[in-house]
DNA sequence: GATAAATAGTACCAAAATAGTCCACATTCA
DNA sequence: TGAATGTGGACTATTTTGGTACTATTTATC
């Protein structure tokens, strides 16, 4: 449930990828080749990080991209609004006519909140701590939560 | 960003309308009556939520459905899994094979942190509390938070 | 028992979204 | 000047989703 596409997927492990040296700048290239990713798609999700300011670019020969601000001041929230682009939940934002319903409509106003919360959610997982090696703060036994980690 | 189905989100209007009344019996026919959708469409989401025991379903003339249990102890998290299905907010579950690489994959196992975040918001929330009437909690200037309905 | 009204299950099709690729152009370093 | 690199946009193929249709099964009622 709940789908982030897999662009977006990638988008954080290029994020992560440039914030382990953020000095270092790193071509499109670089990132690709390191990642084992196609240059193609490495390039685009690239374009649309720094269209919505979280890379910084520099072009030409010897070019490439670093990070646009502290990994710690980068939310998941950001990478994922900045590659999914600003879709809610609910798609019946504009086109309330479909929906003339009483009972409906109170349902939609509410989706407001589960927005808000996990908008929320995500706001508070930085890049930084995404970077950080997974902390085996729990071990399950195997098979206990089958869907442990799905949504 | 965040993508649900309209399915899911007709789903939650569904489940709605039967909180209402919870111990009437409504058939899909009334509901998609009522609730201005197709028959086909609203059947289909019925035998969702039957199959993950959040209805219960009466054969025959006469028959229909009702909530398997209380608004109360129904939440959206629950909704939004039997008609979305268990799909993680990464595909990268079960094929290892194609991240190969270290940074890459503690990205991944750190997805599992905001999986959780986000399932847990959606837990708190329940359909009782879908079902009430929006109230006006605050009202923000409007433009203060251009994308507020968004994720 | 016969009949009508429902759900149950499954398969299918069309449309939309997504992933992924390619190319022509602009910029910068050496 | 030339090679390397980002920029922008268009394009195609694949996958997912939404929506529909059909048949079987169950049950209330007459």
Redesign the interface.
Known sequence: ????G?L??YG??VM??LA?EPEQMRSANDIAA???LALPTVSKILKALLHHGLLVSHRGAKGGYTLAAPAEAIS??QI??A???????????DTEG????E??C??R??????????????E??SLA??????QPIRFMTPGALP?????
Chains 1, 2 share one sequence.
């Open positions: 449930m709940l789908r982030v897999k977006t997927d954080t492990v992560t990828y382990r390191e990642l084992g998941v929230a994922i609004a590659i999914e682009g600003p879709i809610a939940l609910t798609e019946c934002s479909s929906c003339n319903q009972t409906g109170s349902v106003g509410n989706w407001q909140r589960i927005n808000r919360a996990v908008r929320e959610a995500l508070n997982v701590e995404l970077a950080r090696p997974v869907s442990a980690g799905s949504l």
